[in-house]
């Protein structure tokens, strides 16, 4: 495996809701020291959506490409492919009692890219040089969901189950699912016990850590 001078080996890693890619992601990172890895996700290039009420919140769909700022999540993955440092707002979901934070990203010899759309937009897709897949069943993922969801963005148990059937699962079938078989890995994520994701993510960093460092 090799990459050319000073190009970052490009990992993208993508799942449906309630996959496990928040733990993964953790794990994953935790397996490398500072400096070795950055990472950017998706969930940070929304377009701003300020003022809205809780039903107004409950029906707007996150989960459709028009949501994100595309150009935006493209610019800042090239600024760290060519050495440079950014600096990003995180993005609270409209949640008013979340306080969002200054992320900034340091270029790194791993660039880990996170989202739903990441193998939809091409030009995001064509920069990968390694793509995972997290997949769950439906009724565990969505379980996942209405458990993350009551935490991080306020939504009850009825919030969670519309937006799941209405936009959740109509977006993962149209924009990732058929992107399943380009991936070079796909982790099966149905268990309730933290370590086996935790041990799929130190597996895959442990193969990487042999070429890179």
């Known amino acids: 495996m090799t990459r050319p001078l000073n190009k970052p080996y490009i990992i993208g890693v993508a799942g449906s809701s309630g996959s496990g890619k928040t733990e993964f992601l953790t794990s994953f990172s935790s397996n490398f020291n500072p400096g070795e890895i950055a990472v950017i996700s998706q969930d940070d290039y929304y377009v701003r959506i300020q003022g809205l009420t809780k039903e107004e919140n409950k029906l707007y769909n996150f989960d459709l490409p028009t949501a994100i700022d595309r150009q935006a999540f493209h610019q800042d993955i090239v600024s760290l492919i060519n050495g440079k440092s950014i600096t990003k707002e995180e993005y609270t979901f409209n949640n008013p009692n979340r306080?969002?934070?200054?992320?900034?990203?340091?270029?790194?010899?791993?660039?880990?890219?996170?989202?739903?759309?990441?193998?939809?937009?091409?030009?995001?897709?064509?920069?990968?040089?390694?793509?995972?897949?997290?997949?769950?069943?439906?009724?565990?993922?969505?379980?996942?969901?209405?458990?993350?969801?009551?935490?991080?963005?306020?939504?009850?148990?009825?919030?969670?189950?519309?937006?799941?059937?209405?936009?959740?699962?109509?977006?993962?079938?149209?924009?990732?699912?058929?992107?399943?078989?380009?991936?070079?890995?796909?982790?099966?994520?149905?268990?309730?016990?933290?370590?086996?994701?935790?041990?799929?993510?130190?597996?895959?960093?442990?193969?990487?850590?042999?070429?890179?460092?």
Not at 101 to 108: Q, Y
Not at 141 to 146: F, T, V, W
Not at 151 to 159: A, F, H, M, T
Not at 167 to 191: D, F, G, R, T
């Open 99 to 213: 306080e969002s934070r200054t992320l900034n990203i340091e270029p790194a010899p791993i660039l880990l890219i996170e989202g739903l759309f990441i193998y939809y937009f091409e030009e995001i897709n064509e920069l990968l040089d390694h793509r995972l897949f997290l997949h769950a069943n439906n009724e565990i993922a969505l379980e996942r969901r209405i458990k993350r969801d009551a935490v991080e963005r306020g939504y009850n148990k009825e919030d969670v189950t519309y937006k799941w059937h209405n936009h959740v699962v109509p977006a993962y079938e149209q924009y990732l699912e058929p992107y399943k078989a380009i991936c070079n890995q796909i982790i099966e994520n149905n268990s309730q016990k933290l370590t086996d994701i935790q041990q799929s993510a130190k597996d895959i960093s442990s193969y990487l850590r042999q070429f890179f460092f």
